[in-house]
């Protein structure tokens, strides 16, 4: 069963704009730890953003900010002033925290255009 | 820093040969992961193992073993070789908490092409 579901396979944003990258999930587990990272075309992973599933308040990182809403197992990443470097693929992953080997899930990743 | 390095960039094997690719992390972390990553498809995990010698299967360990005689090393073995195994190999660690913001370091990746 999909575990991570990213519906949006890609986006464009104008430069300087706001962009929501949508996110959504699906666990039993009330302990799970939600994730966001990048992927430019070089190929490496970069980790964005973290929220706990028992944070009560949205994860931010700088332009990054994790919507997080709960009873909707959604978790979208908002970017603000989008830059040209922002230009990537972005995938959503949860993390199992309930076995042994606190297993990831990663979802199939949007594919995200700045236009300057 | 954390490191995950991966032995090739790139690799070109020919089908049924026996394929190795080698992942090492220096920051002393429990859990090791392989994934492989393919257009539309996303990350899909092929194994993971969360101490020495310890493994389980992920989503898609057909075709596939692993080796984890280290705690720093962790080993995908491909045993014969099939042109749908080309594709991006990941591989990741991290630390093994029982909860909290403990994300997954990433290697390069290996791209492994097989003819």
């Known amino acids: 069963a999909q575990k991570i579901t990213q519906t949006q396979p890609g986006m464009f944003v104008q430069e300087k704009e706001a962009v929501t990258l949508d996110c959504t999930y699906d666990?039993?587990?009330?302990?799970?730890?939600l994730f966001w990272y990048k992927q430019p075309s070089s190929g490496e992973m970069i980790f964005l953003i973290y929220q706990g599933s028992y944070d009560q308040q949205n994860a931010t990182e700088g332009r990054y900010s994790l919507n997080f809403q709960k009873a909707r197992k959604s978790a979208n990443l908002v970017i603000s002033a989008s830059q040209l470097g922002d230009s990537a693929m972005y995938f959503c992953?949860?993390?199992?925290?309930?076995?042994?080997?606190?297993?990831?899930?990663f979802g199939t990743g949007t594919s995200l255009t700045v236009i300057p | 820093d954390v490191k995950v390095t991966q032995s090739s960039r790139y690799l070109v094997k020919r089908t049924g040969e026996k394929v190795f690719l080698e992942c090492v992390q220096d920051m002393d972390h429990e859990n090791m992961f392989w994934y492989r990553q393919d257009p539309g498809l996303g990350l899909r995990l092929i194994y993971f193992?969360?101490?020495?010698?310890?493994?389980e299967k992920g989503d898609i360990p057909e075709g596939y073993s692993v080796s984890r005689e280290k705690k720093e090393r962790f080993s995908l073995i491909l045993e014969s070789a099939s042109t749908n195994q080309t594709s991006m190999y990941l591989c990741?660690?991290?630390?093994?908490?029982?909860?909290?913001?403990?994300?997954?370091?990433f290697g390069p990746g290996t791209r492994l092409t097989v003819t």
């Open positions: 666990t039993s587990d009330p302990s799970y730890g």
């Open positions: 990741a660690s991290s630390l093994r908490p029982l909860a909290g913001k403990y994300e997954q370091y």
């Open positions: 193992s969360y101490d020495v010698k310890m493994k």
């Open positions: 992953a949860m993390r199992d925290e309930s076995n042994t080997g606190n297993q990831f899930y």
